[in-house]
């Protein structure tokens, strides 16, 4: 049906009224599977803002939701994920070992299977690494073109997406056949108070009789590595403390880290840092690493390149300190301290009390 719309508009662009009935019909006709991630028996934040983001879709949208992996921790997820949002009409299950990891490869066939059975209109998953991974490749099996990197929704199918590493705004239409598919980025989708709502939807469990030795793809699962840690998840923490090239050595990383504990906030690098050897490239935050949107974001000793400012510049607050005056972070910096940041860095230990 939306596909045949989609003609009628083109045919008739020039009349007002054909617009109008396109967008009241794509309104009529939407449905929207979530590919949501999960983690210790809930769905991750990211995966709840991309349900904010099916709501901007439109307010009468048919929202499912999918899971996959095995053992208790799926069905304690399933169970959240009933309960996350009022739009939730379902929850899809694919409880099967073959999900258990984040491999782009049988997901991508779950995917295109729940496609080909529901009929969606939209598909959305966050853009996490896992789902960077996965869109593309359910895309080519689904022969459709995704939107990638959405931070606005004007109409279910006009969005806005930056380009030019975040230097622009580009406004998009997607006029391909169903399912529209897109990434968007969780920062710029707040789930709202609306999450609170006790209404509790269906958990379906999905057929998963396309799975074969074939659909398993060639990669195969071999360990993940992670710090253990206190500190809150770089991606959604509220106070993020970055340190750039400028700290030097790994060693004055841990001065970042004592004031991270102070702070309650999480840390975070530059790719110069990373490629340093400083700390590991999953802190790294920018353009090829994570977008983040803190209320507050203190920068030491970050130059301000471009690639770092798209993954960065639509937090609430940002505080620089650099030595050098003309360093371009000044330039999206609300506060801005032109000093020595080991001097910064050393009254700051001092005055701030530990956090209880």
């Not at 059975?117 to 789902?131: D, E, K, L, W």
């Not at 920018?286 to 920068?299: D, F, R, S």
Request: proline share 5%; glycine share 8%; hydrophobic share 45%.
């Amino acid at each position: 049906m939306a596909a045949m719309v989609v003609g009628t508009l083109r045919r008739g662009s020039a009349t007002g009224g054909g617009s109008r009935f396109f967008a009241q019909s794509l309104h009529r006709f939407v449905s929207t599977l979530v590919v949501a991630e999960h983690e210790g028996g809930f769905v991750k934040p990211s995966s709840l803002s991309a349900l904010a983001a099916a709501e901007a879709i439109g307010k009468e949208n048919r929202v499912s939701l999918l899971l996959g992996g095995s053992g208790p921790a799926l069905h304690k997820a399933a169970e959240h994920a009933a309960s996350s949002h009022p739009l939730v009409s379902e929850v899809l299950v694919a409880d099967s070992d073959a999900f258990a990891h984040p491999l782009a490869e049988p997901w991508a066939e779950l995917l295109r299977s729940v496609q080909q059975r529901g009929g969606y209109s939209h598909v959305i998953a966050s853009s996490t690494s896992f789902g960077k991974n996965l869109l593309p490749r359910a895309a080519a099996l689904l022969d459709v073109s995704p939107v990638t990197d959405v931070t606005s929704i004007s109409e279910p199918r006009v969005f806005v997406r930056p380009i030019y590493a975040g230097n622009a705004l580009c406004t998009v239409r997607y006029t391909g056949e169903d399912p529209c598919m897109m990434s968007i980025r969780s920062t710029s989708f707040s789930p709202t108070d609306a999450m609170l709502e006790t209404k509790v939807a269906p958990i379906t469990q999905v057929d998963l009789s396309f799975l074969s030795e074939g659909s398993l793809g060639k990669s195969a699962w071999v360990n993940l590595k992670s710090q253990d840690t206190e500190r809150p998840d770089l991606a959604n923490a509220p106070v993020v403390v970055t340190g750039g090239r400028g700290l030097k050595s790994a060693d004055n990383f841990k001065l970042l880290e004592q004031l991270a504990e102070k702070l309650g906030a999480a840390v975070g690098a530059t790719r110069a840092a990373v490629d340093a050897g400083f700390v590991p490239n999953e802190l790294q935050v920018g353009q090829t690493g994570k977008i983040v949107a803190p209320e507050l974001y203190m920068a030491f000793g970050v130059s301000g390149a471009i690639q770092h400012l798209a993954g960065m510049r639509d937090s609430k607050v940002i505080v620089a300190v650099n030595k050098d005056a003309d360093a371009p972070i000044f330039q999206v910096a609300d506060y801005g301290i032109v000093a020595d940041l080991f001097e910064v860095l050393d009254e700051l230990l001092k005055k701030l009390p530990d956090k209880k």
